[in-house]
């Protein structure tokens, strides 16, 4: 796995991590920070906060912004502590730049953004959009979709990327004035299409297919890990009932009345003990879920590389049939069946006027249709090589992300496991003086 | 039994008539008997040990049923030889509880696995009901050998050395059916009338018992629910391992870690349903039992009033009553001693109660509280053998920095 500079954070060996260590860690093994942007400010989505105000039909809607902030990377290590550019933004903001960069850079692997709805719920998290542990992993997973974007050798240069970041009035007007609108809607147009590629690209029919295996196998995994998240919570917090009962039954006894009281306390610590454990999961099925978007991603790109590739074909075929064309005007013979062809046989031949201009025509269209099979092929070469160099980089940065990801997941269980120790112990102390 | 006992007061004979040996140059009085079984139950004197195994099913033309092999070694003088193995069904066992209550109605015996409550033929001879009825049976055992009067019990002895006929035959020299009728007859008609001066430890007592019983039978019920909710966990977590190591198929430079994780999941799996299986095997049964106490409790508060009861009716009766004065006045001196009896019989038998109690739920609670001591510690090697595999991979590789 090629270093590409960055300073990845040890997050192994360091079992004991206080949250905001733990964040930072999150934060810095996934991103790599060495690009131009990042390399000069540092950028973070710091606050959400809720607004209310008048929606596109003038009704009253509340909606929650969050508040993005750069500062120069100089000033931290200068010492000085400057005021950071701010301003505020709400997610269908996030939205818009999101399918700007979409059709700008088609053969781009496109940071996801989190996810609209909360998804792969289980009962204690809530499905509420505007519940605050929904709010605060939004905020973290917006910074995320930031610092990714920030990070990317192509799409942290982009202008409307940086205004995003700098300018708060009339960046939308911007946005649309790039007409990327125009390109969008054909896009999408022709992609829900269904077409046939005649000569598929085998590495990107492979990559599409890899696509949709990680969608399938990551979703899987939310849904098991989520169930067994609830369970898990189920198993704790009866434990609260002996708590409950020990402290009870103490009352009535004499010489156990002390250990059972105390064991009791320890077994209402157990049952508490489950919320930090499943909130720290959550994080790691967070950074799950930003790989269930990626391979829808990584699926677009497949996608949009088949429809150059339709459309180069395409135009192949139609200057292949208008060249056919000139050949039957120019000997006579008709190789192709029109009905010009079977009525000038009826109806008696044309002109050679007639048949110069036609000639004249189909000439110039062969030009055209030759520029434009260039011009095809060229796009083609040209996604599928920064299509290609962007996979790769993806590849790495997703194999890294990951085995980063897993092993925190097994640092959460021993952390859970050393508690559940504790506690046990603790417990088996109190009962041995019952 | 009670004529023996008054026997005994009167006549300073120190042998009683069924067998029982109690040491000779001890002191007349019941109470001070009584108190002689307060002591020694340290293991160095123990000189009976019971085993309850090998269960095994019988067919006749009338039932099937299950005997369990019931083994003694003893080196006690009132037994014939030192070592003894007879089989024994459910129905023996609970016909030696009958016998032991009826001789002894204000002792603490502990209980007996229940009856199967009939949910269908083949049930009852389910593996694990059997295996958990035969450790319930060896408890017994052993608690009534454990027992200072108890384990005296001719009746016991008989239970423990018997061939299957011969104990068919003492069983039908039992007081006869009537006999018992008579008594229960008498023990509804007390009950009814009521206790009007109960001591005030025994009312002590009673509100302990209904407070013991709420709270054990809680305890019971809670841990019947963790046992389910873990079960339910241990469901959904099956299903994780095979998903990562579905996940390892499509990856490559992932596949090895990814594949170790399924792997560390399913080593937790079996970990839990070891964890949930002891649960099962080890706490549960002593709480069940326990609660079976509370009950047994209850029943020999009863008896104790019911005796109480009689006593409190014959001496109204001798007060109102003009003709035979004389039987009655024997009635009611028996009825004295009977009380005097039962009382002194339970307030001994209650402090080695609560010891036994205190000491079975104590060991039963470190017990489990050990258990997922170990249960953590397994599941945290798992997780850490993954994290050093990942860490001498990448160590290797010289991907990752560790300082």
């Given at each position: 796995?090629?270093?590409?500079?960055?300073?990845?954070?040890?997050?192994?060996?360091?079992?004991?991590?206080?949250?905001?260590?733990?964040?930072?860690?999150?934060?810095?093994?996934?991103?790599?920070?060495?690009?131009?942007?990042?390399?000069?400010m540092?950028?973070?989505?710091?606050?959400?906060?809720?607004?209310?105000?008048?929606?596109?039909?003038?009704?009253?809607e509340t909606?929650?912004?969050?508040?993005?902030?750069?500062?120069?990377?100089?000033?931290?290590?200068?010492?000085t502590?400057?005021?950071?550019?701010?301003?505020?933004?709400?997610?269908?903001?996030?939205?818009?730049?999101?399918?700007?960069?979409?059709?700008?850079?088609?053969?781009?692997?496109?940071?996801?953004?989190?996810?609209?709805?909360?998804?792969?719920?289980?009962h204690?998290l809530?499905?509420?959009?505007?519940?605050?542990?929904?709010?605060?992993?939004?905020?973290?997973?917006?910074?995320?979709?930031?610092?990714?974007?920030?990070?990317?050798?192509?799409?942290?240069?982009?202008?409307?990327?940086?205004?995003?970041?700098?300018?708060?009035?009339?960046?939308?007007?911007?946005?649309?004035?790039?007409?990327?609108?125009?390109?969008?809607?054909?896009?999408?147009?022709?992609?829900?299409?269904?077409?046939?590629?005649?000569?598929?690209?085998?590495?990107?029919?492979?990559?599409?297919h890899?696509?949709?295996?990680?969608?399938?196998?990551?979703?899987?995994?939310?849904?098991?890990?989520?169930?067994?998240?609830?369970?898990?919570?189920?198993?704790?917090?009866?434990?609260?009932?002996?708590?409950?009962?020990?402290?009870?039954?103490?009352?009535?006894?004499?010489?156990?009345?002390?250990?059972?009281?105390?064991?009791g306390?320890?077994?209402?610590?157990?049952a508490?003990?489950?919320?930090?454990?499943?909130?720290?999961?959550?994080?790691?099925?967070?950074?799950?879920?930003?790989?269930?978007?990626?391979?829808?991603?990584?699926?677009?790109?497949?996608?949009?590389?088949?429809?150059?590739?339709?459309e180069?074909?395409?135009?192949?075929?139609?200057?292949?049939?208008?060249?056919?064309?000139?050949?039957?005007?120019?000997?006579?013979?008709?190789?192709?069946?029109?009905?010009?062809?079977?009525?000038?046989?009826?109806?008696?031949?044309?002109?050679?006027?007639?048949?110069?201009?036609?000639?004249?025509?189909?000439?110039?269209?062969?030009?055209?249709?030759?520029?434009l099979?260039?011009?095809?092929?060229?796009?083609?070469?040209e996604?599928?090589?920064?299509a290609?160099?962007?996979?790769?980089?993806?590849?790495?940065?997703?194999?890294?992300?990951?085995?980063?990801?897993?092993?925190?997941?097994?640092?959460?269980?021993?952390?859970?496991?050393?508690k559940?120790?504790?506690?046990?112990?603790?417990?088996?102390?109190?009962?041995?003086?019952? | 039994?009670?004529?023996?006992?008054?026997?005994?007061?009167?006549?300073?004979?120190?042998?009683?008539?069924?067998?029982?040996?109690?040491?000779?140059?001890?002191?007349?009085?019941?109470?001070?008997?009584?108190?002689?079984?307060?002591?020694?139950?340290?293991?160095?004197?123990?000189?009976i040990?019971?085993?309850?195994?090998?269960?095994?099913?019988?067919?006749?033309?009338?039932?099937?049923?299950?005997?369990?092999?019931?083994?003694?070694?003893?080196?006690?003088?009132?037994f014939d030889?030192?070592?003894?193995?007879?089989?024994?069904r459910?129905?023996?066992?609970?016909?030696?509880?009958?016998?032991?209550?009826?001789?002894?109605?204000?002792?603490i015996?502990?209980?007996?696995?229940?009856?199967?409550?009939?949910?269908?033929?083949?049930?009852?001879?389910?593996?694990?009901f059997?295996?958990?009825?035969?450790?319930?049976?060896?408890?017994?055992?052993?608690?009534?050998?454990?027992?200072p009067?108890?384990?005296?019990?001719?009746?016991?002895?008989?239970?423990?050395?018997?061939?299957?006929?011969?104990?068919?035959?003492?069983?039908?020299?039992?007081?006869?059916?009537?006999?018992?009728?008579?008594?229960?007859?008498?023990?509804?008609?007390?009950?009814?009338?009521?206790?009007?001066?109960?001591?005030?430890?025994?009312?002590?007592?009673?509100?302990?018992?209904?407070?013991?019983?709420?709270?054990?039978?809680?305890?019971?019920?809670?841990?019947?629910?963790?046992?389910?909710e873990?079960?339910?966990?241990?469901?959904?977590?099956?299903?994780?391992?095979?998903?990562?190591?579905?996940?390892?198929?499509?990856?490559?430079e992932?596949?090895?870690?990814?594949?170790?994780?399924?792997?560390?999941?399913?080593?937790?799996?079996?970990?839990?349903?070891?964890?949930?299986?002891?649960?099962?095997?080890?706490?549960?049964?002593?709480?069940?039992?326990?609660?079976?106490?509370?009950?047994?409790?209850?029943?020999?508060?009863?008896?104790?009033?019911?005796?109480?009861?009689?006593?409190?009716?014959?001496?109204?009766?001798?007060?109102?009553?003009?003709?035979?004065?004389?039987?009655?006045?024997?009635?009611?001196?028996?009825?004295?001693?009977?009380?005097?009896?039962?009382?002194?019989?339970?307030?001994?038998?209650?402090?080695?109660?609560?010891?036994?109690?205190?000491?079975?739920?104590?060991?039963?609670?470190?017990?489990?509280?050990?258990?997922?001591?170990?249960?953590?510690?397994?599941?945290?090697?798992?997780?850490?053998?993954?994290?050093h595999?990942?860490?001498?991979?990448?160590?290797g590789?010289?991907?990752?920095?560790?300082?």
């Amino acid at each position: 796995m090629a270093d590409s500079g960055s300073e990845d954070i040890a997050v192994i060996g360091n079992t004991d991590l206080t949250p905001s260590e733990s964040e930072n860690n999150l934060k810095n093994t996934m991103v790599e920070k060495g690009t131009s942007l990042l390399k000069k400010m540092e950028i973070s989505v710091a606050e959400a906060e809720k607004r209310t105000g008048k929606n596109a039909v003038n009704m009253q809607e509340t909606y929650t912004v969050y508040l993005i902030e750069m500062r120069p990377v100089d000033a931290a290590s200068e010492g000085t502590n400057p005021v950071p550019d701010s301003l505020w933004r709400r997610y269908s903001e996030f939205e818009l730049l999101r399918n700007y960069l979409l059709v700008t850079y088609p053969f781009l692997v496109v940071p996801p953004l989190p996810e609209k709805r909360a998804e792969f719920v289980w009962h204690k998290l809530s499905a509420d959009n505007m519940d605050p542990d929904f709010v605060e992993r939004r905020r973290v997973g917006l910074e995320n979709f930031l610092l990714r974007v920030a990070s990317h050798p192509d799409l942290s240069t982009d202008k409307i990327f940086y205004s995003f970041l700098t300018e708060e009035n009339g960046w939308k007007e911007t946005v649309f004035e790039t007409g990327f609108q125009a390109k969008a809607d054909s896009r999408l147009k022709a992609l829900n299409a269904t077409f046939r590629v005649k000569n598929p690209d085998k590495r990107f029919a492979e990559m599409k297919h890899y696509g949709d295996e990680l969608q399938s196998v990551i979703s899987q995994l939310l849904r098991v890990r989520a169930r067994a998240a609830d369970r898990l919570y189920g198993v704790y917090k009866v434990h609260g009932n002996y708590g409950r009962v020990f402290s009870e039954w103490s009352a009535i006894e004499k010489e156990m009345g002390d250990g059972l009281q105390s064991a009791g306390h320890h077994m209402d610590a157990y049952a508490a003990s489950v919320d930090d454990i499943l909130e720290e999961e959550e994080h790691y099925a967070d950074q799950m879920k930003e790989y269930l978007f990626y391979a829808d991603a990584l699926r677009a790109v497949c996608r949009k590389h088949e429809l150059t590739q339709y459309e180069l074909e395409m135009a192949a075929q139609d200057l292949t049939s208008k060249k056919q064309q000139r050949e039957e005007l120019a000997t006579g013979t008709i190789r192709t069946f029109s009905l010009k062809g079977v009525t000038s046989k009826l109806f008696g031949q044309e002109t050679p006027e007639q048949r110069e201009a036609k000639l004249k025509m189909l000439e110039t269209q062969i030009e055209e249709g030759e520029e434009l099979v260039k011009e095809r092929n060229a796009e083609c070469e040209e996604f599928v090589k920064s299509a290609w160099v962007d996979i790769e980089r993806f590849k790495e940065q997703k194999d890294h992300d990951l085995r980063e990801a897993l092993i925190s997941y097994a640092i959460m269980q021993i952390s859970m496991c050393k508690k559940g120790i504790q506690v046990w112990n603790n417990a088996k102390e109190c009962f041995s003086k019952m | 039994m009670f004529t023996a006992l008054l026997t005994f007061k009167k006549n300073v004979d120190t042998t009683l008539t069924d067998g029982s040996s109690f040491n000779a140059s001890m002191q007349t009085s019941p109470a001070s008997m009584i108190n002689q079984y307060k002591f020694e139950e340290d293991a160095d004197t123990k000189d009976i040990f019971v085993t309850v195994d090998n269960p095994e099913s019988h067919v006749t033309a009338i039932e099937t049923y299950i005997t369990y092999r019931v083994m003694t070694k003893t080196t006690r003088s009132e037994f014939d030889s030192s070592e003894f193995e007879v089989r024994r069904r459910y129905q023996d066992f609970l016909w030696l509880k009958g016998r032991l209550e009826e001789a002894h109605p204000t002792l603490i015996a502990h209980p007996l696995p229940e009856k199967f409550v009939v949910k269908g033929m083949v049930e009852r001879f389910n593996e694990d009901f059997i295996e958990t009825r035969r450790r319930a049976l060896h408890r017994f055992l052993n608690k009534i050998a454990e027992h200072p009067i108890f384990s005296s019990s001719e009746d016991f002895k008989i239970f423990l050395t018997a061939a299957s006929g011969e104990l068919t035959s003492h069983k039908k020299q039992g007081p006869g059916f009537l006999s018992r009728m008579g008594d229960t007859v008498k023990a509804v008609a007390a009950a009814v009338r009521g206790v009007r001066n109960r001591p005030q430890e025994f009312t002590e007592m009673q509100e302990y018992v209904e407070a013991f019983s709420q709270k054990i039978s809680s305890l019971d019920k809670v841990t019947q629910r963790i046992v389910r909710e873990q079960k339910e966990y241990l469901e959904e977590l099956k299903e994780c391992g095979p998903t990562y190591a579905l996940w390892s198929q499509s990856e490559e430079e992932l596949a090895e870690p990814l594949k170790n994780v399924a792997g560390c999941v399913d080593r937790c799996c079996k970990e839990t349903e070891e964890q949930v299986k002891n649960l099962s095997d080890h706490l549960i049964p002593v709480l069940h039992e326990y609660v079976l106490c509370a009950d047994t409790l209850k029943a020999v508060l009863r008896r104790r009033d019911n005796i109480q009861a009689d006593f409190e009716a014959k001496t109204e009766a001798l007060a109102t009553k003009k003709a035979d004065r004389d039987t009655m006045r024997n009635d009611l001196d028996k009825a004295e001693d009977r009380l005097e009896w039962a009382n002194n019989a339970l307030k001994s038998d209650w402090t080695r109660w609560q010891k036994v109690m205190r000491t079975d739920l104590r060991s039963a609670f470190v017990d489990t509280a050990e258990r997922n001591v170990s249960y953590y510690e397994k599941c945290l090697a798992v997780w850490e053998s993954f994290l050093h595999s990942q860490r001498t991979d990448a160590e290797g590789n010289g991907k990752v920095d560790f300082s």
